[in-house]
């Protein structure tokens, strides 16, 4: 029978409370100090246990030798997922990479792309002409991040066909599919996740294969297309060598595995790093397109949360001012360097409403709201602030369960140059490398070919060539 409909998944939302009842000007904070600005579709045959009903937004848990307990949780809202922090006994490679990252990228046979290999670094730009897929790799990217944070597959791919190879035949049975995958280097050495998905006649995930250093640690695969569940196999190597159960055809199973083994036996404990490792460098991407249209009117202020099109920038700002001045400071100074005109900091106005009106100061001459300023330049700033504040601030599911120092964030942008000049990208570039060096925060975009041009001659800045 087909698998059920996933319910819908309500978009990131901050919570709001009202603000200030009288109009207030925020002093505009200093530029003074200065910016950082350093050098056929095939299927895969994998297999896990039946699916559970829960109530939306109850966490699950499984317990682990000694008592303690392996955290799962499955919010209802956005970034839900399981992950948990690896068991003492998991095991590590020496020279490993210190936090999770996702390190490769593999469209197999996924919309236009068909046998692709990307290398992932610190900072990655796709550039290409029109139609040479840039779009399709970052999205493969999110997909794969989706699915990691726990969402269902028809939530994640609305309109499957769409990423059916044109040149993909139906088998006997009317189905076509996609395939696509990555590896995430991190404590556990790399690990390789490869999924395929049918696409027609209906939606399910029909293998999936996780492995680490070419061993095997699990595989799904459809056995009965009656049933809305694979078969799943992992590795135990106790005195079963394998754990065999099916897991819903609609969920990654790579994502479920810490609530199905129980770490007991030296396999299970490298099936379980491996696959927490993997949740948590898929988990850590922040996808971010700023769209100015969005950022210019006055917002509520609230927690300060930045949303994926940084419409609530003055929010954000408002928040930044008051509680990380310095990051507040730096963002000032890097104002200055991509903005017209002098810049002498950022202030937040404080309406009789409640909302705040983020303004650039200009010294002695009247400040500028930012609604005021060119796409360009508001794309510049949205884009800088996501750089320089931390992963509490995005609006995104954060991976409690594992430290901060322990996580790499990712952002993600599609057009990261749109409407830049060739001074704000110059500035945006030398930024972006200062902010990556230290390995807590990765990007990956998508340039035009002059933004292209310019990256290849920093350090630091891989450039990705795709062809149509």
């Avoid at 944070?149 to 006997?172: I, K, M, N, Q």
């Avoid at 189905?175 to 590896?183: D, I, N, Q, V």
């Avoid at 995430?184 to 999924?195: E, K, T």
């Avoid at 991407?285 to 949360?305: D, H, I, S, Y």
């Amino acid at each position: 029978m087909p698998a059920p409909a996933p319910a819908g998944r309500p978009e990131p939302a901050s919570t709001r409370r009202p603000g200030p009842t009288s109009a207030r000007t925020s002093a505009p904070t200093s530029a003074s100090a200065p910016a950082h600005t350093p050098a056929s579709t095939r299927t895969p045959a994998p297999t896990s246990p039946g699916r559970e009903t829960r109530p939306e937004g109850e966490g699950r848990a499984v317990a682990r030798p000694g008592g303690e307990g392996r955290a799962v949780g499955r919010p209802g809202g956005a970034g839900r997922g399981a992950v948990a922090r690896p068991g003492g006994e998991a095991p590590a490679v020496a020279g490993a990479v210190a936090r999770p990252v996702v390190s490769e990228l593999r469209l197999s046979a996924y919309a236009g792309r068909r046998r692709a290999v990307h290398a992932l670094g610190p900072v990655t730009l796709f550039a290409g002409p029109s139609g040479s897929g840039k779009s399709t790799v970052l999205h493969a990217y999110e997909a794969l991040a989706r699915l990691g944070a726990g969402e269902p597959l028809g939530e994640v791919f609305p309109d499957p066909a769409a990423y059916v190879p044109d040149s993909a035949r139906p088998d006997a049975q009317g189905r076509r599919g996609f395939s696509l995958g990555c590896t995430v280097d991190g404590p556990a050495g790399p690990v390789r996740l490869d999924l395929a998905v049918q696409a027609e006649p209906e939606l399910r995930i029909v293998g999936e294969r996780l492995t680490r250093h070419g061993r095997t640690l699990l595989t799904t695969a459809l056995r009965d297309p009656g049933r809305s569940t694979v078969q799943a196999a992992w590795l135990t190597a106790g005195s079963t060598p394998v754990t065999r159960a099916p897991l819903p055809d609609d969920l990654l199973g790579t994502a479920l595995l810490p609530l199905r083994v129980a770490g007991a036996t030296a396999g299970q404990r490298e099936v379980l790093a491996a696959a927490e490792q993997t949740v948590v460098g898929l988990r850590s991407l922040f996808p971010c397109t700023p769209e100015p249209a969005k950022m210019r009117a006055p917002v509520l202020a609230g927690e300060g949360r930045l949303l994926r099109d940084c419409a609530n920038l003055a929010e954000v700002l408002h928040r930044t001012h008051n509680a990380c001045p310095r990051r507040h400071q730096r963002l000032a100074a890097v104002a200055a360097a991509g903005c017209a005109g002098p810049v002498t900091g950022i202030g937040v106005r404080e309406l009789p409403d409640g909302t705040v009106q983020a303004l650039l100061g200009r010294g002695a001459r009247p400040a500028t709201p930012l609604d005021r300023l060119g796409d360009g330049e508001l794309r510049y700033l949205a884009l800088a602030l996501t750089l320089l504040t931390g992963p509490g601030v995005y609006a995104m599911d954060r991976i409690a369960e594992v430290p901060e120092a322990m996580q790499c964030l990712t952002l993600l942008t599609d057009d990261l140059d749109r409407g830049l000049d060739a001074r704000q990208v110059g500035a945006l570039l030398d930024l972006t490398a200062g902010i990556t060096a230290d390995g807590h925060m990765r990007l990956v975009g998508a340039v035009g070919e002059a933004t292209a041009a310019q990256a290849r001659r920093m350090p630091g800045v891989a450039v990705v060539d795709l062809t149509p």
